[in-house]
């Protein structure tokens, strides 16, 4: 295939020889022109080559060329071989490289030239990731691949996998996720407007087309909306929305003690799984006293759930039965009973409703406008991770044996699909995380509004949302299960559940139906997102230990990780 017909997302640069030479996706290997001397003809050069990626969605835009520069690259290139200044993560605006890039017409973006760089010119827009300063490095959340020392080949070939199934690197994974986010659905579009008689941009239904204010009880300490909130009052889950992970753990009972071993069983990319066909607010919320709980509304509400029983329907008699004191709660992050009213989430009332308790809300902020924002986002990324996991030898139609067997030796296998996996996983997870990305640096006051406050995908309410659903989601399964089997959960950390068992595998844990096959809503092993794998498999002595140490079991349970200290 020729150079002028060939079209991809990105090329790694590289120069063992001193001359550059470029690395695609495809493993084909080309030299660079040798007047491309400086990151302003690199970029001039991308543009010429025709690098890039197609629109994700009918209004959306094609992703601008990717450059990723390798060590020996970065020096053809005349760039610094490190970043120096540690604090700004960015080559000082009067280094040469910098007034080089100005000269030649080219702007930046206000990060500057650092680890991830855009270039901007007239309409054209080229990225540029710095390898050897950290573009790809463990905060950016790039996976288990070493990218300084990994072949530009391979690196070129998993990069180029991630733009076709995921979408064109931007930056960290978490930032890649909100990219997705918005190139599947974008902001606006263009229409033309008959009476003005030239075009212009209007929303995209479905989108989130602008900044929303949050809701005072969710928005967190540092916003401008919690500027009056007191001490107490910010660790009150009655005046702050507290929809978090469930942590939590205890002693095993005395029965359970004759186990010989403990099971952790790991939920597969939970909060992709929690964001599927969630409904969650789109515009702004609005403040309702005494309102009637309705599920199909997306919001905050205050509700107090102290006192009450948690119970769920025997299996065969469908009769109300409590379930044991010993089981975590769903409404809180620690696992012990609320304490008097809260703030929760949507998601949690109409598990507690499901529960058989009676939903009374004091007060609400609510959102009437509502969709599924992010339900092409979660596809994507749920394609993506199947087809990757298939690259690995894993497949949906696999048998239990089969796939606790692959996945057990799944880091063996072939080095570049194990880092898309991980980046894939991270991107799911951080896209969530960054929907309420605290403030970085210095800001003009402690309340001071912070950049991303400017962004349509800041929205804490939906952060809460997709982690309301996978935390009660969760523990549905845990209370499918204990209908099932009599097991109660030891631990729990986010996605990760220990339970005592008198065999070393997943399978004597997991719920099933007298037929042997899988029980509808309980636990399930397989690849799918929503299901379950092998954590680990350990002592009880082991759980024990680390229990009088203080430490949760389920951060521990994983082979290699350290049970000596919580971390």
Partial sequence: MSETTYTAPLLVLDAPAGSLV?????????DVPAAVVDLPSAAEWALAYGLGAPKLSEFGEDSAPLLVLTESAVEALGLPAQLDDRKRL????????????????????RAGLGAWTH?????????????PWGAFGEHMRWGDMDFVAVD???????????????VSPTGSTAGCSLTLMEAVRPRTR???DQGTRRMRRVPVPGSLSEPVDPAPPEAPDEHPLAAERTREEAKNPAHVLNEE???????????ETGAPYVVGLDLNVAFLAAANRLTVGMGPAVYTDGPRFDKKVPGSWLVDLSGATLRTKHLTTKEWVPLPDHFPSPFTPTGKAPAGPAWYATQTLAYAVELGIDVQPIAAWLRPESGGYLDLWHNRLRDAYMATLADLGVTADMDEEAFLATMSTIKQRDPEAVALLSAIKQTAKGGIGKMRERPQGKRAGKFAPWPALKRPTWRPDIRAAVISAARVGAHRKMTKTWAATGLVPLAVLSDCVIYASGHPTARAVVPRKPDGTPLPGGFRLGPNPGYVKEE??????????????????ARFIKEGKDAGREE
Avoid at 90 to 109: I, L, Q, Y
Avoid at 152 to 166: C, I, K, N
Avoid at 245 to 253: H, M, N, Q, S, V
């Fill in 22 to 30: 470029a690395h695609r996706p495809d493993v084909q290997r080309l």
């Fill in 90 to 109: 960015r080559v000082p605006d009067d280094h040469p490289a910098v007034k080089c890039v100005e000269e030649a017409g080219w702007t930046m973006s």
């Fill in 119 to 131: 270039l901007y010119r007239n309409r054209d827009e080229v990225r540029i990731a710095v390898v």
């Fill in 152 to 166: 530009p080949a391979a690196f070129a070939y998993t990069l180029g996998l991630y733009a076709e199934r995921v």
């Fill in 190 to 192: 263009l229409i033309f």
């Fill in 245 to 255: 992970a469930l942590a939590w753990y205890r002693e095993p009972t005395e029965h």
């Fill in 536 to 553: 680990g498999v350990r002592s009880m002595d082991w759980f024990r230990e680390m229990v009088a140490k203080e430490a949760n079991p």
